[in-house]
């Protein structure tokens, strides 16, 4: 565990690990194969009080540290990737009004979000503006004492069953990054919003995604904080967001080397287990390493969550990295199973699908290696 | 009514205990340790009786390390009022603590002590009778259900060959038996709240209890591994091997 944590939140940590082991890990592999929306957890997850764990005390939080966020994602990933996948994307919705709402949309929603009453859904991506979301086509035109939101989003996780959307939209669509602003959406509650179906996909296949199409009036009390500052609560809520996901790739792989240990130790070849090959040892060893660093580039950049100082260099150097080695590592990890891992009776071809979508969502690799290489050369 | 639940640390019951090279315990250097199980049952029990308006007040008590604050949080974050930790390094033994718990039911006149049977450490099944013999209270040991009247208690027994069901009178001992309830899981926000609740710590001298162990561990050995199976051709080879190498038939 990392050192980072003080006692009550080891405390947190062993909690949510026994929960996981407990609650988590038996359901996971029929939420997998029978495209389960991860939201069948949503009671247990709220009784715990995991649903608001990224929210401070003030709104119904517990006020962890980002380093203690960071070791807790990882533990529910590693449990679960579905599950983990809808609660992040509730915490990016959260993390929005957090950032960026004042404080009397803060009051009305978050505290019912953090207890699990109102699940959330975050709405920046859209069918045609691809890695870049300033190139965003949604609009939000001023309307009697609102706005008129117009527009689609698509792959947006937890829409379905979302009690509200934070929705970015241009209110001024000649001043690109600067004329986003954010919006709440209340699905229930006002007419045309329309959800479809959740996309039919590889992995995480229990953490769903939905195209949204918009023509609907959003009241401006609705709006987080002032026009044009949506972009730029967006970029600071994905420095949170590529931490968690970097959490939940290292959380995975971190399940699938634990099972390739545990069946490298069981598994006798020619009178012997399979660990005391070195090839396979040496394979062990390197996925252990990578697993390591990936934790420790996390945790880095997990420190500099909510000192108010941006770190996008280190968010994607954690996001990066982690979805990258998480891949290698599950996949020797499949590779130390032989054949069995490749069936679906072990969790390993599991591991490899949910990890599969770690390289692409919340900014790709590619993306990643831009933000870096643009700081350094900056 | 107050309740005093007395917990041990434990090593957690997921760990694969292994013996010390030179045998002369099991090795505790970081291995997770938890609350004691059945104590974590009798914290439970004490939560749903003051949840059902009988009791008031729940105190956690614990003889041990330092680290069994740890212990006691667990405790508060389930929903315990308070703590004490009695510090001591020593290895505690049940008449030990047993005469400590004594001096601390006398200064706190709970109305009900609620332990665990046993502990999943040394297995003694001890300490509640102790406790009860020392205090000259009535004991419910192994309940599997705890009925509290006016005045008394209807303790549910799980004894050889079914159930018992004993009356005793108010303050009495009841040890928690597997099936009593199942605990809850603390939630984070409860576990964060659990360090602003207070921990008084002591020691043995404070009660005058000499905690030195009575007892010498001689050695501690693994048990002997499991020998292998044997595979039988057919039910009537099973059948001569049973009445003729078992012996069981």
Redesign the interface.
Known sequence: MSVDLNSEEQAVIGQIERFSSKVLVPAAAEIDAKSRFATLHRPALAEMGIMGMNLPEAYGGIGLSGPALYCAVEAIAAACGSTASMLTAHFLATDSLLLGADEALKQRILPAAAAGEALGAFALTEPMAGSNPADMRSTATRDGDGYRLKGSKCFISNAGEADFIVVYAKTDSAAGARGVSAFVVEPARIEGVEIGRPEETMGLRGGHVFPISFDCHVPAENRLGDEGTGFRTAMKVLDNGRIEVAAQATGIARAALDAAVSYAREREVGGQPIGSFQGLQWMLADSATELAAARALGLQAARKRGTGARYSRDSAFAKLYASEAAWRIADRALQIHGGYGYTRDFPLERYLRDLRIFRIYEGSSEIQRTIIARDLLS | MKILVPVKRVIDYNVKVRVKADGTGVDLANVKMSMNPFDEIAVEEAIRLREAGKAEEIIVVSVGPQQAQ?TL??GL?MGADRGILVKTDATTEPLAVAKILKKVVEEEQPGLVILGKQAIDDDCNQTGQMLAALLGWSQGTFASKVDLGEGTVDVTREVDGGLQTVKLKLPAIVTTDLRLNEPR????????K??KKPIDEKSPEDYGVDVAPRLEVLKTVEPPARQAGVKVADVAELVAKLKNEAGVL
């Not at chain 2, 899981?185 to 964060?192: G, K, R």
């Open positions: 740890e949080r667990t974050a899981y603390a939630s984070l926000p409860n576990i964060m659990a360090k």
